[in-house]
C-alpha cells in the first residue's frame, strides 16, 4: 500500500509539471500582448517588461516560474500590478469551493438515493420517474436549470434568493442547478450497478443464509453496486469545481469563474497560468484520493497494487 | 444408511415456469416428484439447461415454485401461503400467523446450499470471516467474536483450508479453495440437508476428486443428505445411492446407483451413460457409444409429447403424440418412455 501510495504522489507530481510547462507555452502562443494600450509609451512598457522579467530569454522566465511555484507563489497579476494572483485566488476560491462541494454532496446522496429507489422498483412507475428525472438531467443545461429555478422559486413563489451568495438560502438554488446534471449521471449509473448486481450468484448465496431482504440489498447489493460510482467520482469532482463558472455568472457569486474569463480577455499571463495551475493540482490531488479511496474499498485493487 | 420410511425431503408435482414474455413460458421444471430419505446422497444429472439448478433453488426456497408441494420432515416448506389462506377462510379462529421470513429463516438452519460457480458465488467484498460467519450470527446473535472465530476455524479446518485464510478476501483462493469456502459456509448453520448444484463441475479435474472424496467425509461425520446436482453421469455414479435423471425439465428415469448404471432404461440415460469414458480398454471396446444428434430443444411452450423424442433413436409414432408418465418398471426404478 505504501509503495503505491509513493506511485501515485510521484505520477501526480509528473502530471502538474507536465500541465505547468504546457500551459505557460500555450499563454505566451496566444496572439496580443498584455500591455498593448494606447496610453502605453514605450518607455513604460519596457520598464513594465522588466518588472515582469519579460526582457529575459524565455526559458529564463520558464525556470523562474517554477522556481516561484514551489514556493507557492504565483506572482503578480498583469492587469491589476497590486494584486498577487495568491490573494485572488484565497478570496475568490472559497465561494467556488463552497458551491461545488454543495452541489456534489447533493448530487452524491439523491443520485445514490434515486438510483437505489428506482432498482428497487424496476418496472414500476416509482422506476419510471427517477429515470425521467436521470433524462431531464443529463440532457438539460444547466443554465437553463438555472434560470428555470430562478424563476420558479425566485421570482414567481419568492421563496429563495435569486442571486448572490450571501447565506444558506442563497446557495440551494445554484448548488441545484450545478449538480443536477451530476446528480442524474450517479442516478443512472447507480440504477444500472444494482439491477446487474442482483442478478449475480453472491445474492443468491446472501439469500440462502435467510438473512433479511433489507440486509441482502444493504450489506450485499448496495456495497458491490457503489463502487463503479467512486470511479467516476474523480471526473464528477472536476466537473462540479471547474465547471461553476456559468452558474457563478448567472447567480452572480464572487468566484473564480469571473476572473478566469476575465484574465483571458485581458491576457492577464499569471492569473491564466495561476489559476490553471491551482485547478490542475486540485484535481490531480482530488483524483489521487479517489483512486486511494478505491483501493480502500475494493480489496481487489489493494492487492494487485501491492 | 440409515432408511426409516418417512422420506426428509419429498417433492410433488414441483413446477417452476419462467414467462418469458406475453406467450412465451418456459417451464424450467415440469412435474418433478421424488423422495430423499435421511443419509442417503441422490444424484440429480442432466444436460446443461434442463432445470437441475432451478430445482436445487426449489429446495432451498430460492425461488418459489409455480406449482407442487415441497415437504421437509413432513412440513410443506411453503405452507404460510396456504396457510395465511386458510386463516382468511376461518377468522373466527384466531390462528396464528406465519412469519414468512421468520419461516425462511427456521428453514436455512435446516437446509443449505453449495452453488454451482465458486469464482462468482462469494462476495467479492468480504471477508472470509463474514461469507461464513454471516450465517452463525444469524441465529447465534449473543455469539461472541472469540467464540465466532474458533467456529469458522473448525469449519475452515473441516474443509481443508488453514485457519490463517479467515480475513481473506475471495479472490486470493483458487477456484477449488473458493469451493470450499462455500462448502464451509453451507456447513456454518450445521445443516440437516445440503442441495450440492454441480459443486466440482467449474474446477480442475485434479481437485474435482480432492473436493468429492472431502463431501463424502462430511456426510458420514455430520449425517448429511445430500442432493447431488451434476450434468455427467460419471461424477454421480461414485457418490450417489439413487440417481434422478431430468430431460428439458421432466424426470425421465429414476433408480438406484447400480440399478442405472446396469441397467439403465431410458434411451436418454443410455446415451449419457455411454458417452462416460471406462478405464478398461476391453470394455470400452466391446461398448457401443450412442452419440446423441441434434441439439437440445428449447424448454419454451413444450409440446405435451415426449421432449426427447425428436432426438431418440426408438422413436415411435406414440412418441410424438402421447407424454409417456413415469412409471415404476420394478421395486425403486421408474422410466418415462413408451418402450416399456
Ligand atoms: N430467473 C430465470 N428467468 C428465466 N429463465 C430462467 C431463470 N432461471 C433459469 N431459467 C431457465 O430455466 C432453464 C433451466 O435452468 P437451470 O439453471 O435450472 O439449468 P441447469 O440444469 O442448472 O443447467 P446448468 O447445467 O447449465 O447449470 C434454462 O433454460 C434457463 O434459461
Ligand atoms: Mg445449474
Same mark, same amino acid.
Request: cysteine-free.
Given at each position: 500500500m505504501k509503495k503505491y501510495i509513493i506511485k501515485r504522489v510521484f505520477i501526480s507530481l509528473i502530471t502538474i509539471l507536465v500541465l505547468v510547462s504546457v500551459v505557460f507555452a500555450l499563454v505566451r502562443l496566444i496572439p496580443g500582448d498584455p500591455f498593448a494600450s494606447e496610453k502605453m509609451t514605450p518607455e513604460i512598457k519596457a520598464n513594465l517588461e522588466r518588472y515582469y522579467g519579460f526582457d529575459k530569454p524565455l526559458i529564463v522566465q520558464y525556470f523562474t516560474y517554477l522556481k516561484n511555484l514551489v514556493t507557492g507563489n504565483l506572482g503578480y497579476s498583469m492587469f491589476y500590478p497590486n494584486l498577487r494572483v495568491n490573494d485572488i485566488i484565497a478570496s475568490a476560491f472559497p465561494y467556488s469551493f463552497d458551491l461545488g462541494m454543495r452541489a456534489l454532496s447533493m448530487a452524491i446522496s439523491f443520485g445514490l438515493i434515486l438510483g437505489i429507489v428506482a432498482a428497487l422498483n424496476r418496472g414500476k412507475v416509482l422506476d419510471f420517474t427517477c429515470v425521467l428525472i436521470a433524462i431531464i438531467g443529463t440532457s438539460m443545461p444547466d443554465f437553463i436549470i438555472g434560470a428555470t429555478l430562478q424563476y420558479f422559486?425566485?421570482?414567481?413563489?419568492?421563496?429563495?434568493?435569486?442571486?448572490?451568495?450571501?447565506?444558506?438560502?442563497?446557495?440551494?438554488?445554484?448548488? %441545484? &442547478?450545478?449538480?443536477?446534471?451530476?446528480?442524474?449521471?450517479?442516478?443512472?449509473?447507480?440504477? &444500472?450497478? #444494482? %439491477?446487474e448486481t442482483i442478478q449475480q450468484d453472491y445474492i443468491k448465496t446472501a439469500k440462502s443464509k435467510g438473512i433479511s431482504k433489507l440486509r441482502v440489498i444493504i450489506k450485499h447489493q448496495?456495497?458491490?453496486? @457503489?463502487?463503479?460510482? %467512486?470511479? @467516476?467520482?474523480?471526473? @464528477?469532482?472536476? &466537473?462540479?469545481?471547474?465547471?461553476t463558472f456559468v452558474i457563478e455568472s448567472i447567480f452572480a457569486i464572487p468566484g473564480m469563474g469571473r476572473h478566469y474569463v476575465q484574465s483571458i480577455q485581458n491576457?492577464?499571463?499569471? %492569473?491564466?497560468?495561476? #489559476?490553471?495551475?491551482?485547478?490542475?493540482?486540485?484535481?490531480?490531488?482530488?483524483? #489521487?484520493?479517489?483512486?486511494?479511496l478505491y483501493g480502500i474499498v475494493d480489496p481487489r485493487i489493494r492487492v494487485s497494487g501491492e | 444408511m440409515t432408511k426409516n420410511n418417512k422420506p426428509l425431503m419429498r417433492v410433488e408435482n414441483l413446477c417452476k415456469y419462467f414467462k418469458i414474455k406475453e406467450g412465451q413460458i418456459l417451464k424450467a421444471v415440469d412435474d418433478a416428484s421424488f423422495d430423499i430419505y435421511k443419509g442417503e446422497t441422490v444424484g440429480l444429472v442432466g444436460e446443461s439447461g434442463c432445470g437441475k439448478s432451478t430445482t436445487g433453488r426449489c429446495l432451498v426456497k430460492l425461488e418459489q415454485p409455480?406449482?407442487?408441494?415441497?415437504?421437509?420432515?413432513?412440513?410443506? @416448506?411453503?405452507?404460510?401461503k396456504y396457510h395465511e389462506e386458510f386463516i382468511s377462510q376461518h377468522p373466527e379462529e384466531n390462528i396464528p400467523k406465519i412469519n414468512p421470513d421468520q419461516a425462511k429463516l427456521d428453514y436455512t438452519k435446516d437446509v443449505q446450499m453449495i452453488f454451482q460457480n465458486p469464482y462468482s458465488s462469494l462476495n467479492p467484498r468480504m471477508t472470509v470471516k463474514d461469507i461464513v460467519g454471516e450465517g452463525i450470527r444469524l441465529h447465534n446473535k449473543k455469539i461472541k467474536n472469540k467464540e465466532l472465530e474458533k467456529t469458522i476455524e473448525n469449519l475452515l479446518n473441516d474443509v481443508g483450508l488453514s485457519k490463517d485464510?479467515?480475513?481473506?478476501?475471495?479472490?486470493?483462493?483458487?477456484?477449488?479453495?473458493?469451493?470450499?469456502i462455500g462448502i464451509a459456509r453451507a456447513l456454518s448453520v450445521d445443516p440437516k440437508f445440503i442441495v450440492c448444484d454441480e459443486p466440482i463441475s467449474a474446477l480442475d479435474v485434479s481437485v474435482q476428486a480432492q473436493v468429492i472424496n472431502m463431501l463424502k467425509k462430511i456426510q458420514r461425520e455430520r449425517d448429511l443428505t445430500y442432493l447431488f446436482i451434476a450434468h455427467d453421469l460419471s461424477v454421480v455414479k461414485y457418490i450417489s445411492d439413487k440417481v434422478i435423471v431430468m430431460?428439458?425439465?421432466?424426470?425421465?428415469?429414476?433408480?438406484?446407483s447400480e440399478d442405472l448404471y446396469k441397467n439403465p432404461m431410458h434411451p436418454y440415460t443410455q446415451a449419457l451413460l455411454s458417452s462416460i469414458p471406462v478405464a478398461n480398454p476391453k470394455i470400452a471396446k466391446s461398448r457401443k457409444r450412442i452419440v446423441l444428434e441434434g441439439e437440445l430443444s428449447s424448454p419454451i411452450n413444450p409440446k405435451d409429447c415426449c421432449r426427447f423424442s425428436d432426438r431418440c433413436k426408438h422413436v415411435m409414432p406414440i412418441c410424438k403424440e402421447v407424454k409417456p408418465p413415469l412409471l415404476a418398471y420394478e421395486e425403486g426404478h421408474e422410466v418415462a418412455c413408451h418402450l416399456y
Open positions: 422559486f425566485g421570482i414567481k413563489w419568492g421563496l429563495l434568493p435569486v442571486a448572490q451568495y450571501k447565506g444558506i438560502s442563497y446557495t440551494i438554488l445554484p448548488s %441545484i &442547478a450545478l449538480g443536477f446534471y451530476t446528480l442524474a449521471l450517479v442516478s443512472r449509473v447507480m440504477r &444500472a450497478n #444494482m %439491477i448496495i456495497r458491490n453496486a @457503489i463502487m463503479p460510482v %467512486i470511479t @467516476i467520482l474523480g471526473p @464528477i469532482v472536476a &466537473a462540479l469545481l471547474t465547471g491576457l492577464d499571463y499569471t %492569473i491564466i497560468l495561476g #489559476m490553471t495551475v491551482f485547478y490542475g493540482s486540485f484535481l490531480v490531488v482530488a483524483n #489521487m484520493i479517489v483512486d486511494l | 409455480t406449482s407442487g408441494e415441497v415437504y421437509f420432515e413432513d412440513k410443506e @416448506i411453503y405452507k404460510h485464510h479467515i480475513s481473506r478476501f475471495p479472490h486470493e483462493f483458487s477456484g477449488g479453495q473458493r469451493q470450499r430431460y428439458l425439465g421432466n424426470i425421465v428415469e429414476k433408480a438406484k
